[in-house]
């Protein structure tokens, strides 16, 4: 029973001590919300400044850009650094979330480019993700894999409160956007073969990336509220039926990602003003209730 109560206080100390561990980490600035998305979002941070952090889990993808954004101290994270050099396969998830943690943010916004597999999210729009299903192999997705047993519920990875604020912001934006969708999450970094995609079609999975997990799950296993929005860039390796609907390209990815980057941008602003650092209105911070069962 010592034991338990010992492991248990050892996790809430490495979940909620930031201050602590900041210190240990070297940590000298906060931050309330994290972001991670690509590097056109810099752009969004006034007065910002650099900070290199080491974790527990080794180094995040970049040294993080803390600074302001609609009034909130926010950290920004370019998932596959800034020159855009780490590929989805080996961005360090476990260090990117431990950086944004241990720097004090309790929320994550998080920008993805997106595959549809369904007809009705086009290219251009928005998605919220509600749920992923996970089909990468051979990445670091836990932080319980030594000496202590924890089953962290995943049953809603997103933070619903999030998704919803996301939902009204982008109606008064007049974006069109999906409210939920799977992300289901290949390991890339290839595109799908045709076969392939169809069969992600027939799950009735609605869109695709390579990014989404283990980020989501690391950050619930952190007790974090974790917003994904996905902005679907194009109908993966083609729609069925449809021959001038054309495979995926990377060319198409960034031309569709730019058009739609600054809707991105104000949008994260304005999420940025709203959400309350108190978490009231979700139970993200309650990931861990009863997930230790080492004693
Ligand atoms: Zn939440």
């Known amino acids: 029973m010592a034991s338990l109560l010992f492991k248990k206080a ?9 201050d602590r561990r900041k210190a240990r980490l070297g940590i000298t600035m906060d931050a309330e919300i994290g972001i991670i998305g690509g590097s056109g979002f810099y752009s969004l941070l006034d007065g910002s400044e650099n900070v290199t952090v080491e974790t527990d889990f080794g180094k995040p ?3 993080l850009a803390v600074g302001m954004i609609g009034g909130r101290r926010v950290a920004f994270l370019p998932r596959h650094g800034r020159g855009h050099n780490i590929p989805p396969q080996k961005v360090p998830y476990r260090a990117n979330i431990a950086a944004l943690a241990g720097l004090g943010a309790k929320r994550i916004i998080a920008t993805a480019a997106v595959g549809s597999l369904k007809e009705e999210y086009k290219p251009g729009e928005f998605v919220l993700f509600d749920q992923f299903v996970n089909m990468t ?4 997705d836990t932080y319980f894999d030594k000496n202590l047993v924890a089953h962290v519920g995943m049953a809603e990875p ?23 969708g799977t992300a289901l999450v290949i390991n890339g970094p290839r ?10 079609s027939s ?30 860039t194009d109908y993966d390796a083609g729609l069925e039926g449809r021959k001038e609907v054309k495979p995926v390209t990377v060319g198409e990815i960034n031309r569709v990602f ?10 994260i602003t304005k999420l940025a003003k709203e959400v309350s650092v108190q978490r009231s ?4 911070a309650e990931s861990l209730d009863g997930a230790v069962i080492t004693h």
């Open 10 to 18: 050892e996790l809430y100390y490495h979940v909620l001590c930031a």
């Open 61 to 63: 993808s970049d040294s």
């Open 137 to 140: 192999y051979g990445r670091q």
């Open 158 to 180: 997103y933070c619903e409160s999030m998704r919803k604020s996301a939902s009204r912001i982008m109606d008064e934006m007049d974006i069109a956007y999906h409210g939920n």
């Open 191 to 200: 595109f799908s073969s045709k076969a392939e995609s169809r069969f992600f």
């Open 203 to 232: 799950q009735g999975f609605e869109t695709i990336n390579m990014t989404q997990y283990p980020e989501v799950a690391l950050a619930r296993e952190k007790a974090l509220c974790y917003l994904g929005i996905g902005i679907i």
């Open 258 to 267: 730019g058009q739609s980057i600054e809707k991105a941008k104000e949008l």
């Open 281 to 284: 209105d979700c139970r993200c």
